[in-house]
Nanobody
Framework: QVQLVESGEGLVQAGGSLRLSCAAS????????MGWYRQAPGKQRELVAS???????KYADNVKGRFTISRNNAESTLYLQMNELKPEDTAVYYC????????WGQGTQVTVSS
């Protein structure tokens, strides 16, 4: 059973940066597609960024140029570097590993103040 543990939650001012980490068990980081999703209060969970083992990455339009997804196989960890944070980035961020069914972490809170 895959386990995903996110860390890096925080409260930052607009314009600041945070890096989220997702420590993954099993083969997630080495061979599976992974991604970061977020869910703001009263809204549906949405894809923020995805990454395949072959290096193909995709970003939501509203984070392009500000967020970077990456993985470190040796550390079995997925990262999300978030720069130029905006109040609308406030949400619970979830790590996902594309197993069948998909595996999810418990979520980590990001709060951006104006």
């Amino acid at each position: 059973q895959v386990q995903l543990v996110e860390s890096g939650e925080g409260l930052v001012q607009a314009g600041g940066s945070l890096r989220l980490s997702c420590a993954a068990s099993g083969s997630c980081v080495s061979i599976r597609a992974m991604g970061w999703y977020r869910q703001a209060p009263g809204k549906q969970r949405e894809l923020v960024a995805s990454d395949s083992p072959g290096g193909s990455t995709k970003y939501a339009d509203n984070v392009k140029g500000r967020f970077t997804i990456s993985r470190n196989n040796a550390e079995s960890t997925l990262y999300l570097q978030m720069n130029e944070l905006k109040p609308e980035d406030t949400a619970v961020y979830y790590c996902m590993c594309l197993t069948f069914p998909a595996s999810w972490g418990q979520g980590t809170q990001v709060t951006v103040s104006s």
